[in-house]
């Protein structure tokens, strides 16, 4: 005869295992209305894009045609990645037909992609970038895809999509799928932040780890000094400043999912900031730094451009770069700091 207590623990585990992301949306909204059913249909399409993703990655070494340059740049002049095209497909192919994304807009189009069948239902739009730290991608290391789902705001009937011009605080949810030793899957909708570990057993996110909350203060800090000779100098300051004191470590991945992750869990601040080449940084607003930095809202940290939180900072166009310093509050501050100090000596210099 089974036991109380065993049967609770059986009904706990079994309870554990059956918390997907679906179920979960649907326990944080507490309700089973259209809202509710479209974000967590969005949350399941989502999953199965980083599903299908995961499945390449984890083979691409063994496959013609997986890994590698296209040959072609992308808007940005960037060279583009095998992965990057055929991660972009996964997103646009996983939503179409769903009747719940009219548009869509990654780092890998010029133009938002629109699926007019979907439009009639399907109000929102999915920003993202299907791979982040792609550079990481050829040498079997973390790489990640970010996400952002906002409400389509008017008609857009002469599709200039003018209404995703707007600032981080709109979106409905954001996240981003680690692809590392495990695949895992970190969400808001505003209501903390959860992660999900893909089960390979079962071909399912359950959740690990729920309302995450980012330390005040970390000794990470991560960023590409290599660029150091590039930097404005209050952020050389900052640099100078964690040399010279205790209780802090260096960890730069090359993919800002991984190094923010890394940060989310443990804490510290993930930099980087505008250079000489690139004044306004390298990441990009609508599909990179906002969604991040709703993320770290959610979970007690901060995200800033050094001037101003990201999630007021608004978009004058779809793919416009900011600088980004992100992650526990404290530090985030610290780095601030220098920023002021340089600012209010230059004014006073005047
Ligand atoms: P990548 O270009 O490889 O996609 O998204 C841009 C990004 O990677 C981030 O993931 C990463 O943090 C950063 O660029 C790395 O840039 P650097 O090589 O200039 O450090």
């Known amino acids: 005869m089974v036991e109380a207590h065993e049967s609770l623990d059986y009904e706990y585990a079994l309870?554990?295992?059956?918390?997907?992301l679906s179920r979960h949306v649907f326990q944080q909204l507490q309700s089973f209305s259209a809202d509710?059913?479209?974000?967590?249909?969005?949350?399941?399409?989502?999953?199965?894009?980083?599903?299908?993703?995961?499945?390449r990655l984890s083979r691409a070494g063994l496959m013609e045609g997986a890994l590698g340059f296209t040959g072609s740049e992308?808007?940005?002049?960037?060279?583009?990645?095998?992965m990057d095209?055929?991660?972009?497909?996964?997103?646009?192919s996983v939503f179409k037909q769903s009747g719940l994304v009219c548009r869509l807009a990654s780092e890998e189009m010029e133009k938002p992609y629109y699926i007019p069948e979907n439009c009639p239902l399907g109000r929102y739009t999915l920003l993202y970038d299907p791979i982040d730290g792609s550079s990481n991608v050829d040498i079997n290391i973390n790489v990640g895809s970010i996400f952002a789902v906002c409400q389509q705001e008017g008609e857009d009937l002469d599709g200039t999509a003018s209404d995703l011009l707007q600032s981080g605080r709109k979106l409905l949810a954001a996240g981003y799928i680690l692809y590392g030793p495990s695949?895992?899957?970190?969400?808001?909708?505003?209501?903390?932040?959860?992660?999900?570990?893909l089960d390979p057993s079962l071909g399912e996110f359950i959740l690990s780890s729920e309302?995450?909350?980012m330390p005040d203060h970390g000794p990470i800090y991560s960023a590409n000094e290599g660029n150091f000779w590039q930097w404005d100098e209050s952020i050389r300051d900052y640099i100078r400043y964690v040399h010279r004191h205790e209780g802090y470590t260096a960890r730069y991945s090359g993919a800002l999912v991984g190094d923010f992750h890394r940060i989310l869990f443990q804490g510290g601040v993930f930099l980087y900031p505008g250079t000489v080449k690139k004044p306004e940084g390298k990441l990009r607003l609508l599909y990179e730094t906002a969604p991040l930095a709703f993320l770290a809202e959610q979970a007690g940290g901060r995200a800033s451009t050094g001037t101003q939180d990201i999630l007021d900072a608004?978009?004058?166009?779809?793919?416009?770069?900011?600088?980004l310093i992100i992650g526990s509050k404290e530090d985030v501050a610290l780095v601030e700091s220098f920023i002021?100090?340089?600012?209010?000596?230059?004014?006073a210099a005047h």
């Open 15 to 20: 309870d554990h295992d059956c918390t997907t």
């Open 36 to 55: 509710a059913q479209d974000l967590s249909a969005l949350m399941s399409r989502i999953a199965l894009a980083g599903k299908l993703i995961a499945r």
């Open 74 to 82: 992308n808007v940005q002049g960037e060279s583009v990645k095998k």
């Open 85 to 92: 095209v055929y991660a972009n497909e996964v997103f646009i």
């Open 183 to 197: 695949t895992m899957l970190i969400y808001s909708i505003g209501k903390g932040v959860h992660a999900f570990t």
């Open 211 to 213: 309302n995450i909350r």
């Open 314 to 323: 608004v978009p004058d166009k779809l793919h416009a770069r900011t600088p």
């Open 340 to 347: 002021h100090e340089r600012s209010r000596q230059a004014i």
